[in-house]
């Protein structure tokens, strides 16, 4: 594994031989991840190779048949996303998960409502921190009292990022963040990749979108057939190592770091 | 949120309706139409007295309704709700018959509405199975019981008090006429409207202002996002149906004391009723969607069709027709304005 890294520092999330079964299906075989504070790891490979897997179990959405899960080096049980979200692991689905008849705050606070003290729901609060979070990631958002069905699919891409963001995130997964936008929300996203990670935040990402990982990604690991065949630092690695890595599990036969490629 | 009732005040009134509140006003008008054409039809269909005798005999169906609505907002169905009011009602007669005092007696009976509906979630829940089968089994099994302590038999004489619930009123002025008798100057608010009026508030009140009621639209709305949102989706329905069946086992007291009897075979197809008015308040039965006050006036456009097609002398056959013709063109209504 390449640690960059000083050694002192704790990783953020370090996922050791995980394993999970769906009858005789390993989905995901005996993995071992790692991410440190303020690193985008690109998590790549075939669908069906298991990383949605992967990410649903840190988030909670899935319960792994083994192995285990550490966060900032204590063992942590995540047994349902609530646990995810008490630990600061915030996700980004790719179907965005929105209650589509729920306007834009309630989505945003979905879970986790504000309330009065007289424990009634603070919707009057909730509109203000909405209209605050989601006008900072796009200023022209409007509608935010119609139902979130009748937005665009930029602006709802938006809510989803503003529900994982607006609490205490300290481990981000985001799962094909950028497949459904256009160029303008695309920048927006990278933009707020790179300043997330910026304030020390760790990012994983899945995506088929090669330009993002190579502009985004400090790291990435690939999963093959529920393997974790390959956690290589981005300098070290061309498109086509990667892509041999996705589609056969292996680098090329003649490869060398490029880093010290260019030292030697 | 989506509902109505607390979306933005009409800014500048700029005739931009939100969905629910366009067919909240359809109803309305509609239940204005019935109001005014039974209002010609007979002098007195619009009268104090029979206005109360609407408002009273909505009550049953309006609770009912209440429960449903909640139950459909979650994307489910409750088809129980029937036969639950007639285990409810039976159970408090054999306790007031048993000589327990008749409000601990309905307390009881509640309990066991709201146990039924505890059921309901856990079957659909737990055992992952579909809410129509489920709540149709309890249907079955409520029924049976009901009629299995009884014998099939009404239980009656169950003393005044037990009447009062479904009697009594609130208001009621009576003055000694001039030729010694009394004369009733206002009969009063029916004591079931009054409940009635209290839960429907209560209920508004959950779904719009509480935790548990946003977390019942998003239920309904999206299940895996609101699981994935870390919303207790499991608790969240077993809280819907177990409410159900506590307002069945609640109209259930309601309609046995009115009858002063406890009747095994009462509220037959009632869930059918309560389904419509729910339907035609605008709730969706793919669920996310349905309001309250969308089901009051549901409830009393069907109330007010009943009895002014009473007092017209048509009859029960043709009402049903007539039901059974407007739930099919509300939906359809709903339909049409979605699809624009």
């Known amino acids: 594994m390449n640690l960059h890294h000083a050694p002192s520092s704790t990783p953020l999330v370090e996922m050791v031989d995980i394993e999970k079964h769906f009858g005789g299906i390993r989905a995901v075989n005996g993995v071992t991840l790692d991410l440190y504070p303020g690193e985008v790891v690109g998590v790549l490979g075939h669908n069906g190779a298991g990383k949605s897997c992967l990410m649903r179990i840190l988030s909670g959405a899935m319960i792994p048949s083994k192995g285990q899960v550490r966060i900032n080096g204590q063992?942590?049980?995540?047994?349902?996303?609530?646990?995810?979200?008490?630990?600061?692991?915030?996700?980004?689905?790719?179907?965005?998960?929105?209650?589509?008849?729920?306007?834009?705050?309630?989505?945003?606070?979905?879970?986790?409502?504000?309330?009065?003290?007289?424990?009634?729901?603070?919707?009057?609060?909730?509109?203000?921190?909405?209209?605050?979070?989601?006008?900072?990631?796009?200023?022209?958002?409007?509608?935010?009292?119609?139902?979130?069905?009748?937005?665009?699919?930029?602006?709802?891409?938006?809510?989803?990022?503003?529900r994982a963001i607006y609490f205490d995130v300290k481990i981000l997964i985001m799962d094909e963040p950028t497949a459904a936008l256009g160029p303008s929300e695309t920048a927006m996203v990278s933009k707020l990749i790179k300043q997330l990670r910026d304030d020390g935040i760790g990012i994983l990402l899945v995506s088929h979108d090669m330009h993002d990982v190579f502009e985004l990604c400090d790291r990435v690991v690939v999963m093959n057939k529920g393997k974790n065949v390959g956690s290589h630092r981005i300098e070290d690695v061309t498109k086509d190592d990667v892509l041999s890595l996705i589609i056969k599990g292996q680098l090329p036969d003649d490869w060398v770091p490029r880093s010290q490629e260019t030292v030697q | 949120m989506a509902e109505t009732d607390r979306s933005p005040p009409l800014v500048g009134w700029n005739l931009k309706l939100s969905a629910s509140?366009?067919?909240?006003?359809?109803?309305?008008?509609?239940?204005?139409?019935?109001?005014?054409?039974?209002?010609?039809?007979?002098?007195?269909?619009?009268?104090?007295?029979?206005?109360?005798?609407?408002?009273?005999?909505?009550?049953?169906?309006?609770?009912?309704?209440?429960?449903?609505?909640?139950?459909?907002?979650?994307?489910g169905i409750d088809l129980s709700v029937g036969s639950v009011l007639a285990l409810s009602g039976t159970v408090t007669g054999l306790c007031v018959k048993a000589g327990i005092p008749v409000a601990p007696s309905m307390a009881i009976g509640v309990c066991v509405g709201a146990a039924c509906g505890l059921f309901n979630g856990f079957v659909i829940t737990k055992m992952r199975i579909t809410p129509f089968v489920a709540t149709l089994g309890m249907m079955l099994i409520a029924r049976g019981v009901a009629l299995q302590l009884t014998g099939a038999a009404p239980i009656s004489r169950l003393g005044e008090a037990f009447g009062v619930l479904g009697n009594g009123s609130l208001f009621r002025i009576i003055e000694k006429g001039a030729n010694g008798f009394p004369k009733v100057v206002f009969p009063g608010i029916?004591?079931?409207?009054?409940?009635?009026?209290?839960?429907?508030?209560?209920a508004a009140y959950l779904l719009n202002r509480r935790q548990i009621g946003r977390h019942i639209y998003a239920t309904g709305s999206n299940e895996e996002a609101a699981r994935l949102s870390g919303v207790a989706v499991d608790r969240t329905k077993m809280i819907a149906y177990t409410l159900s069946g506590a307002l069945a086992g609640l109209s259930g007291n309601v309609l046995m004391s009115r009858l002063i009897t406890a009747q095994p075979n009462e509220g037959v197809m009632y869930e059918l009723d309560?389904?419509?008015?729910?339907?035609?308040?605008?709730?969706?039965?793919?669920?996310?969607?349905?309001?309250?006050?969308?089901t009051m006036i549901g409830a009393f456009i069907i109330g007010v069709l009943r009895n002014g097609l009473n007092m017209a002398g048509v009859s029960a056959f043709i009402q049903q027709i007539l039901i059974g013709f407007i739930v099919i063109l509300a939906v359809y209504i709903d339909q049409i304005r979605n699809r624009r």
């Open chain 2, 190 to 202: 029916p004591y079931p409207v009054i409940l009635l009026a209290i839960v429907a508030v209560a």
């Open chain 2, 274 to 294: 309560a389904i419509a008015a729910a339907v035609i308040g605008g709730a969706s039965l793919m669920g996310g969607i349905g309001n309250i006050s969308g």
């Open chain 1, 75 to 162: 063992d942590a049980q995540i047994h349902s996303p609530h646990d995810a979200r008490d630990l600061g692991i915030e996700t980004i689905y790719q179907t965005l998960a929105l209650a589509d008849h729920l306007d834009a705050p309630s989505n945003l606070f979905l879970g986790r409502e504000l309330k009065t003290r007289f424990g009634s729901l603070d919707d009057g609060r909730m509109m203000r921190e909405a209209v605050d979070v989601l006008k900072r990631l796009n200023p022209n958002f409007k509608n935010l009292s119609d139902p979130v069905s009748s937005l665009s699919g930029g602006q709802r891409q938006v809510i989803a990022i503003a």
């Open chain 2, 21 to 75: 509140s366009f067919h909240k006003l359809s109803a309305l008008f509609t239940l204005a139409c019935l109001i005014i054409v039974f209002s010609f039809g007979n002098p007195a269909f619009f009268s104090i007295n029979n206005g109360l005798t609407v408002l009273l005999q909505t009550a049953v169906i309006g609770l009912l309704g209440i429960g449903m609505t909640l139950v459909i907002i979650t994307g």
